[in-house]
T-cell receptor, first 112, second 113 residues
Framework: DVKVTQSSRYLVKRTGEKVFLECVQD?????MFWYRQDPGLGLRLIYF???????EKGDIPEGYSVSREKKERFSLILESASTNQTSMYLC???????????FGPGTRLTVL | DQQVKQNSPSLSVQEGRISILNCDYT??????FLWYKKYPAEGPTFLIS?????DKNEDGRFTVFLNKSAKHLSLHIVPSQPGDSAVYFC????????????FGQGTELSVKP
């Protein structure tokens, strides 16, 4: 069964902290994605990766970075968290760029 | 600019009736469209898709229609069931852009018994 897991369901951080969100998939998928979901805006792509150590900016990469050192793991990093980064963060993976994306359960991040 | 738009934030339908969820897009380079369903506290799950070379795709109670000239697609659910109550996201993809999806804002469907 397809499985995408995210390290935390809920996270509370303070402004200025460095935040790591981890995502792991067990399906040997090539592609991995990070989105954020906000009311009235839907899902917006932050970064994606089509191979180990490869990354591409999505539509809203500002304030974020990513790391993909192993095929199964894709990390989202907030170098200095700000209140406008309070959001639901969703990780997804797909076998190829033309395949459907499978999503993790999401991490609700609150930055105080 | 919102390239994929779902203009109805919510929709309420009686059980057994048809639910129609709409989606408009602006970019004529989109070659593939998908619908995802999301329950609270869960990630979105893939529901149904359609290639831009088709105008209809059916899977059980779910049918997606694509009108390229109007840049419009719709998801029909017949008959609607209470378990269909969820947020539905329309998404679009451009060929050869690494699988990047552009999502609409979502429509919350409520199916009342």
């Amino acid at each position: 069964d397809v499985k995408v897991t995210q390290s935390s369901r809920y996270l509370v951080k303070r402004t200025g902290e460095k935040v790591f969100l981890e995502c792991v998939q067990d399906m040997d998928h090539e592609n991995m994605f990070w989105y954020r979901q906000d009311p009235g805006l839907g899902l917006r792509l932050i970064y994606f990766s089509y191979d180990v150590k490869m990354k591409e900016k999505g539509d809203i990469p500002e304030g974020y970075s990513v790391s993909r050192e192993k095929k199964e793991r894709f990390s989202l990093i907030l170098e200095s968290a700000s209140t406008n980064q309070t959001s639901m963060y969703l990780c997804a993976s797909s076998l190829t760029s033309m395949s459907e994306q499978f999503f993790g359960p999401g991490t609700r991040l609150t930055v105080l | 600019d919102q390239q994929v738009k779902q203009n109805s934030p919510s929709l309420s339908v009686q059980e057994g009736r048809i639910s129609i969820l709409n989606c408009d897009y602006t970019n004529s380079m989109f070659d593939y469209f998908l619908w995802y369903k999301k329950y609270p506290a869960e990630g979105p799950t893939f529901l149904i898709s359609i290639s831009s070379i088709k105008d209809k795709n059916e899977d059980g109670r779910f049918t997606v229609f694509l009108n390229k000239s109007a840049k419009h697609l719709s998801l029909h659910i017949v008959p609607s069931q209470p378990g269909d109550s969820a947020v539905y996201f329309c998404a679009a993809r451009i060929y050869n852009q690494g699988g990047k999806l552009i999502f609409g804002q979502g429509t919350e469907l409520s199916v009342k018994p």
